[in-house]
């Protein structure tokens, strides 16, 4: 299975490409025009990518500042240039790669992800100090786990964080975690007078 994973931002998005090598789009211009460049960089990154599945990190919603406004932009252009490209894709919420990526989800930092990476794996990421083209490392190799292809092994607590995401059915592949299923509503008992 061919997947990609996607940490998005808008000052340097990394990437994680079905051959496991990593890159970045770093775009060009000032203001909105940044996301002109990210469409372009992205739609051409699939284009030669060819993925059947991207594996995008999630907008956690909790940005102050002009990263509210910036970062759900970013997200809107990177999905438009998927869906346009004809591929589907995931979103991963951050707590839960952290957790998948190293047992503990809202403490791991940039640094316990690298250093999961480099331990679990043997990769480095050179130059990559916001850790970008680490944790889309990690966005691929969730989309493997859970397609029943690892890329590396992880133990079962860490791989029980990968049942939160609704992994979608792509063709015949199905994903080893059954999706989520949704909240029941409580019933209230009805307490006799």
């Given at each position: 299975m061919r997947i990609m994973g996607a940490d998005l931002s808008m000052k340097c998005t990394g990437l994680c490409f079905p051959d496991d090598s990593t890159a970045v789009i770093k775009p060009r211009g000032k203001g909105d025009r940044r996301l002109l460049s990210i469409e372009e960089r992205m739609t051409a990154a699939l284009r030669v990518a060819r993925?059947?599945?991207?594996?995008?990190?999630?907008?956690?919603?909790?940005?102050?500042?002009?990263?509210?406004?910036?970062?759900?932009?970013?997200?809107?252009t990177v999905r438009l240039a998927v869906m346009r490209s004809g591929v589907p894709y995931v979103l991963v919420n951050t707590k839960t790669l952290k957790l998948y990526a190293?047992?503990?989800?809202?403490?791991?930092?940039?640094?316990?992800?690298?250093?999961?990476?480099?331990?679990?794996?043997?990769?480095?990421?050179?130059?990559?100090?916001?850790?970008?083209?680490?944790?889309a490392w990690w966005l691929r190799a969730a989309g493997h786990a859970a397609y029943g292809e690892p890329v590396v092994r992880m133990p079962q607590h860490n791989m029980d964080a990968l049942r939160a995401v609704a992994w979608p059915v792509l063709g015949d592949t199905v994903p080893v975690f059954a999706p989520p299923l949704p909240k029941q509503p409580r019933r209230r008992r009805k307490v006799a007078a």
């Open positions: 993925p059947d599945l991207v594996v995008i990190e999630d907008d956690p919603g909790l940005f102050r500042g002009a990263s509210a406004k910036v970062i759900p932009m970013v997200h809107a190293t047992g503990y989800g809202g403490g791991a930092d940039k640094d316990s992800m690298a250093l999961a990476a480099l331990t679990r794996a043997g990769r480095k990421f050179p130059g990559d100090k916001g850790g970008d083209q680490c944790d």
